[in-house]
Nanobody
Framework: QVQLVESGGGLVQAGGSLRLSCAAS????????MGWYRQAPGKQRELVAS???????NCVDSVKGRFTISRDNAKNTVYLQMNNLKPEDTAVYYC???????????????WGKGTLVTVSS
C-alpha cells in the first residue's frame, strides 16, 4: 500500500560523497517525520538523521558536519547528502517515514528495504 524506495548507495573511497534518495508512494495522505537509519554488520540499527515535515532536522553526532538531510514534500522524498565518507560509515542505510494513510486513519511507520553504502580506505 505504501512503499519507500531508496537509491544512491554504492561503493566509494574514503573522502568521497554519495547522495541517497528515498521516495514514498502509495496510499498517502501526508508524510510526517522522515529519516535515515543505518545498520552495520554486528551492530544494532541506529538513527542517522531525521527531518520533520516543517524542515527541522536532527542527526547523530558522528555525522555532524558531513551529512545533510533534506526533503521535498511535494515529491514525498527525503535525501541524505553524505560527504567526506569514512570506512565506519559502511552500512545498509534504511529510509523511514511516518505516514498518514486514510485506510488506517492514523500514522503508520514504514521502512524501505535498504541501500548498501560501502566505504573503502
Amino acid at each position: 500500500q505504501v512503499q519507500l524506495v531508496e537509491s544512491g548507495g554504492g561503493l566509494v573511497q574514503a573522502g568521497g560523497s554519495l547522495r541517497l534518495s528515498c521516495a514514498a508512494s502509495g496510499s498517502i495522505f501526508s508524510v510526517n517525520t522522515m529519516g535515515w537509519y543505518r545498520q552495520a554488520p554486528g551492530k544494532q540499527r541506529e538513527l542517522v538523521a531525521s527531518i520533520t515535515s516543517g524542515g527541522s532536522t536532527n542527526c547523530v553526532d558522528s555525522v555532524k558536519g558531513r551529512f545533510t538531510i533534506s526533503r521535498d514534500n511535494a515529491k514525498n522524498t527525503v535525501y541524505l547528502q553524505m560527504n567526506n565518507l569514512k570506512p565506519e560509515d559502511t552500512a545498509v542505510y534504511y529510509c523511514n517515514a511516518d505516514v498518514f494513510t486514510p485506510f488506517f486513519d492514523g500514522m503508520v511507520d514504514y521502512w524501505g528495504k535498504g541501500t548498501l553504502v560501502t566505504v573503502s580506505s
